[in-house]
């Protein structure tokens, strides 16, 4: 069993940076390929990144790609999201989640709580 708990959202104005962290519990972790989810408001829930369990693929969104980057240090059972040039549109709540390395909701088994990222214009 892992358990997930992301941290770091806040509200940012356009253009700011934020980094998103994901701290997971359990022995399991660097085994699973780990992704970036996020929801707005009346939207389903969307994908955003996923990292392989060893970090050396990684693949994005169109619409995060080349503002956003996914890493994750096994040593330390984290994850995290940098996120550069926020735009009002990315403002939801990000789900960082463990399973097997895909885009859809159903690859991942773990799902953390969420954390808010709001991006005002």
């Known amino acids: 069993q892992v358990q997930l708990v992301e941290s770091g959202g806040g509200l940012v104005q356009a253009g700011d940076s934020l980094r998103l962290s994901c701290a997971a519990s359990?022995?399991?972790?660097?085994?699973?390929?780990m992704g970036w989810f996020r929801q707005a408001p009346g939207k389903e829930r969307e994908f955003v990144a996923v990292?392989?369990?060893?970090?050396?693929?990684?693949y994005y969104a169109d619409s995060v790609k080349g503002r956003f980057t996914i890493s994750r240090h096994n040593d330390k059972n984290t994850m995290y999201l940098q996120m550069n040039s926020l735009k009002p549109e990315d403002t939801a709540v990000y789900y960082c989640?463990?399973?097997?390395?895909?885009?859809?909701?159903?690859?991942?088994?773990?799902w953390g709580q969420g954390t808010q990222v709001t991006v005002s214009s």
């Open positions: 989640a463990g399973g097997r390395p895909g885009r859809g909701v159903d690859d991942y088994d773990y």
């Open positions: 990292i392989s369990w060893n970090g050396d693929t990684t």
């Open positions: 359990g022995r399991t972790f660097s085994s699973l390929a």
